[in-house]
């Protein structure tokens, strides 16, 4: 039984799918292993850890576009390096909404009382 309150460390192993391993000192040479893909019940089908693994649905069909303030603070965050510059292709990609075609419904303008 894994006493979770005494792990120490817990490393995930990519060539290694479906196993855990963990130290209760950080001193120790070895690595104990949990078999998460052995975990499964009787009710649940198939073999292996395939039931862990199951491709996601897109939610969008493309990435949502953003209002051109946001688009031009993101890219001052950039410029400053506090967006780590690894992301930079994913930021600098995001298209900016044309709000020229946006119709104001009035909800987020004050009202003439």
Known sequence: MVNWMDIKWIQFIKESPGL??????LSDMTLKEIDI???????EKGSGISHLYKPLKKAYKSQIPISKAKKKDLMALLKDVVI??????????????NEENIIND????????
Do not use: H, L, M, R
Not at 87 to 93: A, G, K, M, S, V
């Open 84 to 97: 780590p510059q690894d992301y930079i292709d994913y930021y600098t990609n995001i298209p900016p909404i």
């Open 37 to 43: 893909a052995a975990s499964k019940t009787k009710k």
């Open 106 to 113: 009035g909800s987020d303008s004050e009202s003439d009382d």
């Open 20 to 25: 855990v391993f963990y130290k209760y000192k």
